[in-house]
């Protein structure tokens, strides 16, 4: 499929990445990917350029599709590390809040039950 320069800034725009990334990643000159992101056409760019930048648009995320851009769903995390992590952090801030004084409803409220 060739890809147009609107597709290309769409797709970085989407990445939230920057020309000098996508020139890193591609691994182009950043001349070259302003000239593919300017041009009125990718054709006026070596089409060894234009290929190198699509490749890493898609290794980033992107995918290609027929007049637009859209972004890869990434997988869904494995629920027993989530929520390991998630029960980690809630035991670390309980060790962090241990022996404190814990808020009660006057400290939040004033008599009238209006906030503090």
Do not use: N, W
């Not at 004084?101 to 906030?115: E, K, N, R």
Request: glycine share 6%.
């Amino acid at each position: 499929m060739i890809i147009t320069p609107v597709q290309i800034r769409a797709a970085r725009a989407l990445l939230r990445l920057e020309q000098q990334d996508i020139s890193r990643r591609a691994p182009v000159p950043v001349l070259i990917v302003r000239q593919i992101e300017s041009a009125p056409d990718a054709h006026s760019v070596p089409p060894v350029a234009v290929a190198a930048v699509q490749h890493a648009l898609e290794a980033a995320g992107a995918e290609f599709i027929p007049h637009g851009v859209g972004r890869h769903m990434t997988e869904k995390p494995d629920a027993a590390v989530l929520f390991a992590s998630l029960q980690a952090l809630s035991l670390r801030s309980a060790e962090r809040l241990h022996g404190q004084a814990l808020l009660t409803g006057s400290d939040l409220y004033v008599q009238d039950g209006l906030p503090a």
